[in-house]
């Protein structure tokens, strides 16, 4: 069982910036698969960005070069850096880890708005 923590969510203006953070618990996280999703109000979760355990990475077209996602292995912790933030980047984020399982955090709310 992983347990995921997420925080940093809040309101900011557009082209603004924030950083998410999540936590997770487990002494193997340096293997784990971690991804952020997001889900706006009326659509389908979609995934944001992932990082594999040897730190690559993939992002969805429409965050490329705005987003970046990261890893620290030593504070079992992923981030994902947002900068240039729009409108349509509004969702619940939400961490997400496959390792022997798949596991979901509890969401943080982003807001986009002036």
């Known amino acids: 069982q992983v347990q995921l923590v997420e925080s940093g969510g809040g309101l900011v203006q557009p082209g603004g910036s924030l950083r998410l953070s999540c936590a997770a618990s487990g002494t193997f996280f340096r293997f784990y698969v971690m991804a952020w999703y997001r889900q706006a109000p009326g659509k389908q979760r979609e995934l944001v960005a992932g990082i594999a355990s040897g730190s690559s990475t993939n992002y969805v077209d429409s965050v490329k070069g705005r987003f970046t996602i990261s890893r620290d292995n030593a504070k079992n912790t992923v981030y994902l850096q947002m900068n240039s933030l729009k409108s349509e980047d509004t969702a619940v984020y939400y961490c997400?880890?496959?390792?022997?399982?798949?596991?979901w955090g509890q969401g943080t709310q982003v807001t986009v708005s002036s």
């Open positions: 997400n880890c496959q390792w022997r399982g798949e596991y």
